[in-house]
């Protein structure tokens, strides 16, 4: 199994298949979670049985790029495993079906919803079979639910992903995920907490609750519960799950319960990752975001009073169309004014049938060379907050041997410790990329 992408849509390494059923996973955090389902789905319809196995690519859709790379790796995948089925499925597959279907090295296009259902699979057409056998792709907007699909564990991780909300009803001008992904539906509570539960049962110390727009999470439910409610809910009904993280979230929308368990919940780590995009309040306005520049410094601002030492990271895109030298420094100032410290820096990149492809487009050599501006700031904020953590003594999850994550997510070099286990360490330095820890003690997960 395969499973590359911890945010954005880079591919990090090339994946090895076997026979059986192999998942390629690109993008979020969501994409992860939904590729343990999908494995498990498709197993159940014996694609595991074919002779030769099969591949199935989640792929993602938020950039250009993302969609290449995809593709790029489906044709790999061809060239070495000429007897295997290759299935791609994902935002990108939903969002454009036929580019896929085009492609000789492709068996079958499965929706975001199809995906997850293991008659999706039965059935697989065999090779050189008409387009029309090759989708099955319906409308992600008749959907109007989404089910808490229970998995027992998440392959190759040392940190399990729960989904508590999946779709979006904003439409951001530059974003193509809705269309992927359909309209924001909640996983009822009751639901997530079980999940959680089992998944804390199988040894996973730290749970991701994840989903499209997951500060949206509960307006569809009975009662309208809030993220906050959600995750007190876990952390009371679920004692024995020792850290609870929460993916990117939209600032604007969190709730006076959720900032209350930031502040109290010692459980709930001090980390967030912000979807703030730019420091502009006229980009904002052109993106059709919610918040303002002051709202997320403010924000950022009274987390810390809340709950010092938390940290930020952020989703930035540099170059959206009309972007002027002036308004790209405001959101170079932003790094700073937020303290952010985990950045990740998109090159505008238009995306189809959106009405930021529609504007204005900067000079491609422009973007490039604000993108890495952006990327230079987000390095020195980042190199900083290292350095400033020297000293102090922290408790990183063991991702993999020799390597792990502090509570507010920076990457540590530790000499102790088994992947899923939490160590207990005090901080010697840096090398510039990571801390260097000494161990103090382990803390079986």
Do not use: W
């Not at 090339?14 to 389902?37: A, I, M």
């Not at 985990?342 to 422009?366: D, I, K, N």
């Amino acid at each position: 199994m395969a499973a590359l992408a911890k945010k954005g849509p880079a591919l990090s390494g090339d994946p090895v298949f076997s026979k059986g059923v192999d998942v390629v996973t690109f993008g979020c955090r969501l994409n992860t979670y939904e590729s343990e389902v999908m494995r498990r789905e498709a197993e159940s319809a014996g694609l595991g049985a074919l002779e030769g196995g099969a591949i199935i690519f989640n792929t993602c859709a938020v950039t250009g790029e993302a969609v290449r790379q995809a593709k790029q790796s489906i044709r790999k995948a061809r060239r070495e495993n000429p007897q295997a089925r290759i299935i791609v499925t994902g935002c990108a597959a939903q969002t454009e079906p036929q580019n896929f279907v085009a492609m000789d090295e492709v068996d079958l296009v499965l929706g975001n919803e199809e995906k997850l259902k293991a008659h999706s699979y039965r059935g697989l057409p065999d090779f050189g079979v008409n387009d029309t056998e090759k989708a099955r792709v319906n409308d992600i907007f008749s959907v109007r639910e989404t089910a808490g699909h229970m998995v027992d564990a998440i392959e190759g991780r040392a940190r399990a992903f729960v989904q508590v909300q999946n779709g979006c009803d904003h439409r951001c001008t530059f974003c193509i995920i809705p269309y992927g992904r359909g309209n924001s539906r909640s996983v009822p509570m009751g639901a997530v907490v079980e999940q959680v539960k089992r998944l804390s049962g199988n040894g996973y110390a730290e749970i991701v609750l994840t989903g499209v727009d997951m500060t949206s999470f509960g307006a569809d439910l009975p009662g309208s519960p809030k993220l906050g409610k959600l995750v007190k809910t876990i952390l009371k009904q679920v004692p024995d799950v020792k850290r609870l993280r929460l993916s990117s979230i939209d600032s604007i929308e969190a709730d006076d319960d959720l900032l209350d368990a930031i502040a109290t919940e010692p459980r709930l780590m001090p980390h967030l990752h912000l979807s703030l995009q730019s420091g502009d309040d006229m980009i904002l306005k052109r993106m059709k975001r919610r918040h303002n520049r002051d709202q997320s410094i403010r924000f950022c601002q009274d987390l810390r009073r809340l709950r010092p030492g938390i940290v930020f990271g952020a989703d930035i895109i540099a170059g959206f169309p009309t972007e002027t030298d002036a308004m790209f420094e405001k959101s170079l100032e932003i790094v700073e004014e937020c303290g952010l410290t985990h950045l990740h820096v998109f090159p505008f990149s238009p995306r189809q049938g959106t009405p930021a492809a529609r504007m204005p487009q900067l000079r491609r050599e422009l973007v490039k060379q604000r993108a890495a501006r952006l990327r230079a700031a987000g390095d020195a904020a980042y190199r900083s907050h290292l350095s400033s953590l020297a000293g102090t003594r922290q408790s990183i999850l063991v991702e993999r041997e020799g390597l792990g994550r502090t509570e507010g997510f920076t990457l540590a070099a530790v000499s102790a410790g088994a992947p899923g286990e939490i160590v207990d360490a005090a901080i010697a330095g840096d090398d510039g990329v990571r801390l260097i820890a000494a161990p103090l003690a382990a803390r079986a997960a």
